[in-house]
């Protein structure tokens, strides 16, 4: 069974600063894998999507990178910004299915 | 439409009541997904549709809930029976199976009290 696992649970920097939030699955059989972002009582918005044959997206700021023979992801986030606090969530699609992870709460402190 | 809409935003239901929720994907778009979210939690896997049929239904709790998705574009989630832990958020996805990803709609609150 899938499982996708996210750490840290929360994490809180100082603005300007440069962050890695990290994803890990457990089977390595998936199609693609995406990042969101979800803000307090909001849906889901996306980030940055990897397939499967991709090691990594960059989209401003962000890039994430894939090693699917390992089971891990990251999200590095440059130069950090109070407008960038929100919770990131990872999620790998196999199986037809999105199994997500629980999450980083990310906080800037400006 | 431009996105995933879904309707209402919010409900609020007496314990045992029967709940609609309702999801209109994206145009054109064949899979749609529908999740279940809990406060602090990441979204959980409730059922998926390829077209009119629900290909995964695997993650429905039991069989209280059922989905419906007649014609290929909107569906709804039904819950009869509500109970005090169906309180949370229901996420609606929708995109082509497998290459681009999935857009999220905003999300139904469901509290049932």
């Known amino acids: 069974k899938q499982e996708v696992t996210q750490i840290p649970a929360a994490l809180s920097v100082p603005e300007g600063e440069n962050l890695v939030l990290n994803c890990s699955f457990t089977?390595?059989?998936?199609?693609?894998l995406q990042w969101f972002r979800q803000d307090p009582g909001k849906g889901l918005t996306s980030l940055l999507l990897i397939q499967s044959s991709q090691r990594e997206q960059t989209s401003g700021r962000l890039n994430a990178s894939l090693d699917k023979s390992s089971g891990r992801s990251t999200l590095y986030i440059a130069a950090s910004q109070p407008g960038d606090s929100a919770t990131y969530l990872c999620a790998v699609l196999a199986d037809d299915k999105i199994i997500f992870g629980k999450g980083t709460r990310l906080h800037i402190l400006p | 439409g431009a996105g995933v809409s879904q309707t209402p935003s919010n409900k609020v239901t007496e314990k045992g009541k029967y709940v609609e929720l309702r999801c209109d994907p994206i145009?054109?778009?064949?899979?749609l997904y529908w999740y279940r979210q809990s406060l602090g939690q990441g979204p959980e896997f409730l059922i998926y549709f390829q077209g009119t049929g629900a290909a995964d239904d695997s993650g429905l709790p039991n069989d209280r809930f059922f989905a419906v998705r007649p014609e290929g574009s909107v569906s709804t989630l039904k819950i009869q029976r509500t109970e005090r832990g169906d309180s949370a958020v229901y996420l609606c996805?929708?995109?082509?199976?497998?290459?681009?990803?999935?857009?999220f709609g905003s999300g139904t609150r469901l509290t049932v009290v």
């Open positions: 145009s054109g778009h064949t899979a």
């Open positions: 089977d390595s059989a998936i199609y693609n």
């Open positions: 996805a929708s995109g082509y199976r497998g290459s681009y990803g999935y857009t």
